[in-house]
């Protein structure tokens, strides 16, 4: 009776120090996982050589460190339980590595953003992007849910995340960099008036000259003011016909346009998201200049 007693005792013993390693590894697991994952990121950021927001997901998902500790992660789980079907784990790791990429991005777009406001050089930028990751990483390894249901958990809620954690901080920087209704009126006058250089975006386009070579920055302020004058005459016509004029752009106005589009190929891709923070590109804006091409 006494070795019975004994037996279950040291048995209840080992149970509940499994349990208590199990909540030690839950705790401990997410602030070394993302401080890792997240080192390259802020390399990058640290760098500038990941410059704009709009390009956070993309090195956050394809840096390799989420898709490590994905790979790590559930290795240790198919250690600890052997006998689980293989669907199970392609499930789990769907949802792991999505979990891995999204805090990662989470933390990336964050990151850059507070950059942009201070010294990417400071390492306290850094903190609240990887707090919210450790946060998030908690919270997924805490769901005490069945796989299928914690995977469609993280596909929904991930996703839904980064974007709103992106607009607001884009949001953000559009406030910081005083771009508001008026916005393509103001801007183009302090381009003409030579007194860019003295306001934020004048700031803001300084940076570009450590980011692109000289005959790329010339582009990008041609292809800034040309966007700004076409976007105002787009405005204008509209205004007219939605008046009952016949308004149609003038050949100025299609040079103009096709100018835009072939200084469009020339900064490529990472100079139009350089110059996104203060272009209005939200759909009737689109539309607008479309209007004009046609």
């Known amino acids: 009776m006494s070795t019975a007693t004994s037996l279950s005792g040291c048995a209840g013993c080992s149970s509940q120090s499994c349990s208590v390693e199990r909540q030690r590894q839950r705790a401990t697991r997410p602030t070394a996982c993302c401080c890792h994952a997240c080192q ?59 979990m891995h990429g999204g805090t990662t991005a989470i933390f990336g777009i964050v990151s850059q953003l507070l950059a942009e ?30 796989p299928l249901f ?31 209704f008026d916005a393509d009126t103001e801007l183009l006058e302090l381009m003409n008036s030579g007194r860019l250089s003295e306001s934020r975006v004048g700031k803001y386009l300084k940076s570009l000259r450590e980011k692109f070579s000289g005959e790329v920055v010339m582009d990008l302020l041609c292809y800034l003011r040309i966007h700004l004058e076409l976007s105002l005459r787009a405005k204008g016509i509209l205004m007219m016909r939605e008046a009952g004029f016949d308004a149609e752009p003038d050949d100025d106005t299609r040079a103009l346009f096709q100018e835009m589009k072939f200084l469009e190929r020339s900064i490529g ?15 009737k804006e689109l539309w607008q200049l479309y209007m004009i091409g046609k």
């Open 40 to 98: 390259l990121i802020s390399r990058l950021i640290r760098d500038t050589s990941l410059l704009w927001l709009r390009s956070q997901p993309k090195p956050s998902f394809s840096s390799g460190s989420y898709a490590r500790f994905a790979l790590l992660e559930n290795a240790y789980y198919l250690r600890s339980i052997p006998d689980t079907h293989l669907v199970v784990w392609v499930i789990r790791g769907l949802g792991t590595a999505v």
């Open 269 to 283: 891709k990472t100079g139009k998201l350089a110059l996104l923070p203060f272009l209005s590109v939200s759909g």
């Open 150 to 180: 914690s995977m469609l958990v993280t596909l929904l809620v991930f996703p839904l995340l980064i974007f709103v954690v992106f607009e607001r901080s884009e949001q953000s920087l559009q406030n910081w960099l005083e771009v508001g």
């Open 117 to 146: 406001f201070k010294s990417p050089k400071q390492i306290l930028i850094f903190v609240p992007g990887l707090l919210t990751a450790v946060v998030l990483h908690s919270l997924f390894n805490h769901l005490f849910f069945s």
